[in-house]
């Protein structure tokens, strides 16, 4: 599997908490391959590699902007 992950880090100001901070975009390229099944494949395993780096990091702080139930 051939992928090419882009990483964007800018900095943003969050309004309703007047906050300053990073927000960080992932672009994720896969390489052309000869079906639609192995380009979703290719894609299956690339998110998991970046998931599984992700989740990797130790988390830090619990004090969040924004959260999400669930």
């Known amino acids: 599997m051939q992928v090419a992950y882009e990483w964007e880090l800018m ?9 300053g901070g990073f ?7 896969t390489f ?10 290719n894609w299956v395993e690339a998110i998991a590699l ?5 989740g990797g990091i130790p988390q830090r702080a619990t004090d969040y902007l924004y959260a999400v139930d669930g």
């Open 50 to 54: 970046l998931t599984h780096y992700l």
């Open 32 to 41: 052309y391959v000869g079906s639609s099944g192995e380009a979703q494949k």
């Open 23 to 29: 927000t960080c975009s992932v672009f994720l390229n």
């Open 11 to 19: 900095q943003a100001h969050f309004l309703d908490t007047n906050v």
